[in-house]
Nanobody
């Protein structure tokens, strides 16, 4: 399973940006898909996740501003980011957690896409 993220770029504070992540390869089972972010010198942190059942989970710092979604085939994850702040500047990574067979779990990461929010 491979993930390819896209959509990062430079945006002004208060503006929107939409990230996408395409999945290739078919796992045995998908548990969750999501987005994480990382700034230099800090640990990677959760932004938002969505389960195959549609349950979403958001970090407190993005609640009400970001929306995660996936299509029916679960081969595309999107993150709609609104009201962006300079503190949202980071490299954003898409993530998939699932099983490659009934007994083997795995985690897959996309390559990261840089989001820069100017003040």
């Amino acid at each position: 399973v491979q993930l390819q993220a896209s959509g990062g770029g430079l945006v002004r504070s208060g503006g929107p940006l939409r990230l996408s992540c395409a999945r290739t390869g078919t796992p045995f089972k998908i548990d969750t898909m999501g987005w994480y972010r990382q700034v230099p010198g800090k640990q990677r942190e959760l932004v938002a996740t969505v389960t195959t059942g549609g349950k979403t989970n958001y970090a407190d710092f993005v609640k009400g501003r970001f929306t995660i979604s996936t299509n029916g085939a679960r081969n595309m994850i999107t993150l709609q980011m609104n009201s962006l702040k300079p503190d949202d500047t980071a490299v954003y990574y898409c993530n998939l957690e699932g099983y490659s067979d009934p007994w083997t779990d795995f985690t897959s990461w996309g390559q990261g896409t840089l989001v820069t929010v100017s003040s």
